[in-house]
């Protein structure tokens, strides 16, 4: 039977910092769920035995990632405005989770392609020219599958060194998803002597096939 109620589209921008990044994602919907009931935003439900927001997003954060890009579709039975939605979830959610903006309509989700990653080690490379000339770079890497032997080099699509930090544009999405602890790995396997320490782990942007950011 045809869902016959009115229901409204919004997408969110927000970030997630500090000692947020060790939410994990499930922990996350969970928070965000119950934001919504405390801002007291008219949430809509999927039908049926077992009903849930209706919600998606476009790429989950790895826990003890950083981010200033994510974004979040959800469903509304009302349609309040966009900074009321920004303002009474930003007084609920807990500290390092912040909305950034809200907007009425769908988001261009399905379109990503791509995500920027800003990656500060513990030890800087001297060069990546070498590694980015690889014609192959086999890692061992999750998979829905487990744990597999992959060629990630067709997913790194540019890696740069500036000022204590690399930024790694990589292949993001439902299709291909590469993150850059695997790339770093991979580094770490293949770049003479190097090996990186500790990294920290940032998402700054994300992009559509024709590199036109996605907000």
């Known amino acids: 039977m045809a869902d016959e109620r009115i229901l409204y589209d919004y997408y969110l921008i927000y970030e997630k910092t500090g000692a947020a990044k060790y939410i994990s994602h499930l922990d996350f919907v969970r928070t965000y769920n119950r934001a919504m009931r405390r801002a007291g935003l008219p949430v809509a439900f999927s039908e049926g035995f077992n009903p849930h927001p209706l919600?998606?997003?476009?790429?989950?954060?790895?826990?003890?990632?950083?981010?200033?890009?994510?974004?979040?579709?959800?469903?509304?039975?009302?349609?309040?405005?966009?900074?009321?939605?920004?303002?009474?979830?930003?007084?609920?959610?807990?500290?390092?989770?912040?909305?950034?903006?809200?907007?009425?309509?769908?988001?261009?989700?399905?379109?990503?392609?791509?995500?920027?990653?800003?990656?500060?080690?513990?030890?800087?490379?001297?060069?990546?020219?070498?590694?980015?000339?690889?014609?192959?770079?086999?890692?061992?890497k999750k998979t829905k599958s487990g744990i597999k032997d992959a060629d990630i080099r067709p997913d790194i699509k540019e890696i740069r060194l500036t000022d204590g930090r690399m930024e790694m544009l990589l292949s993001a999405g439902s299709d291909k998803n590469l993150k850059p602890d695997v790339v770093v790995r991979a580094m770490n396997k293949?770049?003479?002597?190097?090996?990186?320490?500790?990294?920290?782990?940032?998402?700054?942007?994300?992009?559509?096939?024709?590199?036109?950011?996605?907000?």
């Open 55 to 140: 919600l998606g997003f476009a790429l989950p954060l790895s826990v003890g990632y950083t981010s200033e890009c994510e974004l979040l579709e959800l469903r509304l039975t009302g349609a309040p405005a966009e900074a009321e939605i920004r303002d009474r979830l930003n007084a609920v959610m807990p500290g390092g989770i912040k909305i950034l903006s809200v907007h009425r309509g769908k988001s261009r989700m399905k379109k990503l392609r791509y995500a920027l990653y800003y990656v500060t080690p513990e030890h800087m490379p001297g060069s990546v020219d070498a590694f980015l000339q690889m014609e192959h770079t086999v890692i061992d």
């Open 190 to 215: 293949y770049i003479p002597g190097y090996d990186s320490g500790d990294c920290e782990y940032h998402r700054a942007a994300i992009y559509d096939e024709n590199m036109e950011v996605i907000n």
